[in-house]
């Protein structure tokens, strides 16, 4: 990375960090755009996203060099967004500007910082923000939730000026580009990513409007950590506590898949007891999953303690029952295993 690049990359993380605390102090402010020059002539303006806590940031910023242009990356600072699907961004809630992944945006340095390398869309895009009072910015995160960031934008032309006017350019000089001399953002291992992120809590708030799942502070389940594992590309597996009974602990699963359909699935599974025959459950007890063979083991119970144990493989999109046993008798009383999948 030549020298250029580094005082870019260690300029940027000062801007960013400047407006991730609203109280740190910036060279100038121009309505909601603050902009802050290092010594070299490093130059940036940032905007702050208005509409959640964790905010994203806008950031145009223009090297001292006189033929240096205009970068402008958009930042998400409370969520990460998928890098493979395209994004958006419009002003005034006119046509928005749809930017793909590779060919009209991408990530440099961190994962989170994603620049516009398009063109044709940073001139549009340019001219449109000058004159204009909101940036709109929709994209959806690696978890498949969307979102959508809103910018102010008063302001911004008078910070532009006067970054012109401190680096010495001619004023109104509005040429910009992609980035030079930047690193790639390296790779994100979505799986592990979510997985430390814990559950999202739409999710949760879904589990708990079961009446028979408890609060996960609740006594008897506040020491289980939900099991969070990945089921394939795009599909996540989600294990969450519900009840701790003399059959063990009882959980509920579901997927929450962030591809092009995606969605939060609560899941069922095939139960059997001789008294029911085949019935549905949606709560299973003791679950073990294996995230290298994407196999499944639990055991459930129907409403008189007739249990059964069973494993189960992923497969595209559901989990296909590769074996079950019914106990032979039911209740504190059960001593034996018949199997009943496959019959023999």
Known sequence: ?????????????????MAADASAAVSKRFGSVSIACDEARHCAASVQAANQDKASVVVLQRSP?????????????????????????????GVDITLYPGSDYAPFVHPSDYYIVSPAALGRLMLQIQ??????????????????????????ADALNEIDRQQG?????????????LPEAPDVDAGAHLSAAGVPPRLLE?????????????????????LIAPLGETAMLYVIPCYRSSSGL??????????????????????FSDRLGWYGVDVLFDVAYDAASLSLQASGADDNGCAFKAGWTFTDTAF????????????????GWRDVYPAR
């Open 131 to 156: 004159r204009g009072h909101m940036l709109r910015f929709s994209f959806i995160d690696i978890a498949g939730k969307a979102h959508t960031d809103r910018f102010p934008l008063d302001g911004l």
């Open 65 to 93: 060099e006189s033929r240096a242009r205009w970068t402008v990356s958009i930042s998400t600072l409370g969520v990460l967004a998928d890098r493979n699907r395209p994004v958006a961004v419009s002003v005034d809630n």
């Open 206 to 226: 879904l589990h708990l409007a079961s009446a028979a799942c408890e609060k996960p502070d609740a006594a008897d389940i506040a020491a289980a950590e939900p």
């Open 320 to 335: 296909r029952l590769d074996r079950l046993s019914a106990a032979t008798s039911c209740g504190d009383a059960a001593s």
């Open 1 to 17: 990375m030549s020298r250029q690049s580094v005082f870019a990359v260690a300029f940027l993380a000062l801007v960013l960090g």
């Open 250 to 271: 009882a959980s509920r699963l579901y997927t929450i898949d962030r591809g092009e359909i995606g969605g939060i699935n609560p899941l069922l599974f095939a139960g």
């Open 169 to 181: 350019r001619i004023p109104g000089d509005r040429r910009a580009g992609p980035p030079e001399d």
